[in-house]
């Protein structure tokens, strides 16, 4: 691709760049390769929409299914920042709706992987709800609903203090249906969901 003689310089060097850091990603060192991971939303960011459509998916399956736990983990910890990547340009796909519902609590409330990855979401979910748009968000109320219900303050009080930006993106009838409930709920909850939700009451 980089010897196309439709491409300047500069694209040329990004292309270079790109496979240079698509090559740290299998290397045999679990911590390269965590650090790819970590790295994979900024890359994506960069690279135009046919790379992410064709590349920023397959990279980030290898991570997922990576030897190492701790770059699965952390694979699993940036799905937030990667998902908002593909904001406004480029269409979210659809698999990683799938990976978000995967990674959310059971309909039981039971945790499927560890806190931090939830924590993570949580702290991510507005962005999320951004990049995906308000016509997606029947799809993410469901794990939206079961991380509010989850007896974890580092992961509802996020979702508290985030709560007005995702009623900007959706429709009022979903705010009412879907977030008022909630609201309502956490000013009864633990002081640091009341404070999350009233410290944004006036924006």
Request: with cysteine; proline share 8%; aromatic share 8%.
């Amino acid at each position: 691709m980089h010897n196309n003689p439709n491409l300047g310089q500069k694209e040329i060097k990004k292309y270079k760049l790109f496979e240079a850091y698509c090559r740290l990603c299998s290397h045999q060192n679990w911590q390269v390769r965590k650090s790819c991971c970590s790295l994979l939303p900024t890359i994506s960011s960069k690279t135009p929409s046919q790379v992410k459509k064709k590349d920023i998916v397959s990279i980030y399956n290898s991570f997922l299914s990576d030897e190492s736990v701790e770059v699965q983990i952390e694979a699993k910890c940036i799905i937030g920042p990667l998902v908002h990547s593909y904001y406004p340009d480029s269409e979210v796909p659809a698999v990683m709706l799938d990976y978000i519902i995967d990674l959310c609590p059971s309909p039981l409330g039971t945790l499927r992987h560890p806190a931090v990855v939830l924590e993570r979401l949580a702290y991510c979910f507005p962005a999320i709800v951004l990049a995906f748009g308000k016509d997606n968000w029947s799809k993410l109320n469901t794990p939206f609903q079961r991380m509010v219900k989850l007896p974890n303050l580092e992961i509802t009080k996020p979702i508290a203090y985030g709560m007005h930006e995702i009623a900007r993106i959706i429709s009022p009838s979903s705010c009412t249906i879907d977030l008022y409930p909630i609201i309502l709920e956490m000013l009864r909850g633990p002081k640091e969901l009341k404070l999350g939700i009233l410290s944004n009451l006036h924006i």
